[in-house]
């Protein structure tokens, strides 16, 4: 079993940047694949980014790609996205998630409790 704890997120105005991690417990990290998702008010949870369990492969959704960054630490148990050039429309609350390398949510066994990233115009 693995336990996900999101932190980093915060209040950033347009064209800034924020670092999100995911610590997680457990001796199994490294065999999982991690994802980060993120649900806007009044919209269904949308995927991010996904990361291998290595780290050698890498998938963004056209959203996230050219700004944002994954990378994980296996030897921290530890899962990063680094956002840069914000924008409003990202704001949301954001989620990491521990399972099999997907954009797909369902794909996924274990989440984070979220952090929320406001975006100001």
């Known amino acids: 079993q693995v336990q996900l704890v999101g932190s980093g997120g915060g209040l950033v105005q347009a064209g800034g940047s924020l670092r999100l991690s995911c610590a997680a417990s457990g001796r199994t990290f490294s065999s999982y694949a991690m994802g980060w998702f993120r649900q806007a008010p009044g919209k269904e949870r949308e995927f991010v980014a996904c990361i291998s369990w290595s780290g050698g492969s890498t998938t963004y959704a056209g959203s996230a790609r050219g700004r944002f960054t994954i990378s994980r630490d296996n030897a921290k148990n530890t899962v990063y996205l680094q956002m840069n050039s914000l924008k409003p429309e990202d704001t949301a609350v954001y989620y990491c998630?521990?399972?099999?390398?997907?954009?797909?949510?369902?794909?996924?066994?274990?989440w984070g409790q979220g952090t929320q990233v406001t975006v100001s115009s």
């Open positions: 998630a521990a399972g099999r390398y997907s954009a797909t949510y369902a794909t996924y066994d274990y």
